[in-house]
């Protein structure tokens, strides 16, 4: 059985490749760029561009090995019928979700400023869930289509790493995935609540799953 350097321990893969999938959630221009929903809450938006040249190696591979590549979207409706008034008040800013933005408006799916940024942009054959919360299990069929695939252990990369990729993996390991972290393929507005979510997820054992570098995992799977 192959396995890699991982905390707390070697991460073991499964017997069949197939059933690893790489989990790449909410790399849209609303978290990255100016203008979108991540500016609008007050973030200094630019520092998550690092996560993207790690990412796009990683998904690189995982496409060149034809392994399944799930992407989420963070997004509401235009009628906003899938966000709660509590989602769309929460915050200071002076636009919130639905509202015009630069780049259209905020949040909304379809909007130029909700798609994903063009350098991850997914291709045919590959899983898009549109998820109204931060959580990709929440109101979505993502664990249907990781069942009907047979994927069992799932990589966990994308943005922020404390909100929609820690909900994500606090979902998938309760229903029973072996979850890991890729530390450089995930970001934060916040240093701090990065190296948290790290400690968090590998203490006690690996509580949550595990974490390790798109390296080790690069030079295993190639
Ligand atoms: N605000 C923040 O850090 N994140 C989100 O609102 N959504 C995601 O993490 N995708």
Redesign the pocket.
Known sequence: MLSFSAQPYDYSLPADLHQLALVI??MQRD?LEPGG??DA?G?DVSRLQAIVPPLKRLLTLFRALRLPIVHTL?CHQPDLSDCPMSKRDRGNGKLKIGDEGPMGRILILGEPGNAIIPELAPLPGEIVITKPG?GAFYATPLQLQLQERGITHLLLT???T????QTTMREANDRGYECLMVEDCTE??FPDFKQATLEMVRAQGGIVGWTTTSAQIICTLE
């Open positions: 959630i909410d978290f929903f991540g809450l973030n963070e931060k994308g943005v922020t404390e909100v929609c990729v934060s507005y």
